[in-house]
Antibody
């Protein structure tokens, strides 16, 4: 399996960003997709996941009200939208396939820079 | 939320030496759904270990892991040059996943 992410983004404070993950080489509905980010100089931070089967999702409490996940099973794409961006959201965002083995297939990363 | 605490923060070792990394959980990790990842600069993280002790596909057998409940360990028996990286534990037993803060294994 493979996960290919959307391109790098530069956003202004207060804007929104979408990070998309295109899955290939496996059954999209048999797995979920998760998003993990790494801010500069920081560790990995789990953000959210969504089921590829039924669209059920969960997100970390700190993103409550700011994050929305969706899937398009016709194109095998999962998307995470993060709103009301601040400089603290500057990070590399990763998509990773959610499986019974953990996060077993990772995308290449999407750099999001939030700057005025 | 299950909080994972990794120790030490940094491990300074020479190639050929043994590395022992620890991961402690604030509450029991049900089903031992605990994974370890290797993360190198400029690359995506990669899954090393799942289910607390099972090597992922193509992971060399110098990587081993053990543990259950709240205490988990990753061991690298003989460090190779390509093993110097940051290692994270992560629990996926709860619907809300969490990562440890990472252990950096650096060349001494």
């Amino acid at each position: 399996g493979q996960v290919v992410q959307s391109g790098d983004e530069v956003k202004k404070p207060g804007a929104s960003v979408k990070v998309s993950c295109k899955a290939s080489g496996y059954s999209f509905s048999s797995y979920g997709m998760s998003w993990v980010r790494q801010a500069p100089g920081q560790g990995l931070e789990w953000m959210a996941w969504i089921s590829g089967l039924n669209g059920r999702s969960q997100h970390a409490q700190k993103f409550q009200g700011r994050v929305t996940m969706s899937t398009d099973t016709s194109t095998n794409i999962a998307t995470m939208e993060l709103r009301s961006l601040t400089s603290d959201d500057t990070a590399v965002y990763y998509c990773a396939r959610r499986s019974p083995l953990g996060l077993d297939v990772w995308g290449q990363g999407t750099t999001v820079i939030v700057s005025s | 939320e299950i909080v994972l605490t990794q120790s030490p923060g940094t491990l300074s070792l020479s190639p050929g030496e043994r590395a022992t990394l620890s991961c402690g959980a604030s509450q029991s990790v049900a089903g031992n759904f605990l994974a370890w990842y290797q993360h190198k600069p400029g690359q995506a993280p990669s899954l090393l270990i799942h289910s607390a002790s099972k090597r992922a596909t193509d992971v060399p057998d110098r990587f081993s892991a053990s543990g259950s409940g709240t205490n988990f360990t990753l061991t690298i028996t003989r460090l190779e040059p390509e093993d110097f990286a940051v290692y994270y534990c992560q629990q996926y037993s709860s619907l809300l996943y969490t990562f440890g803060q990472g252990t950096k294994v650096e060349i001494k």
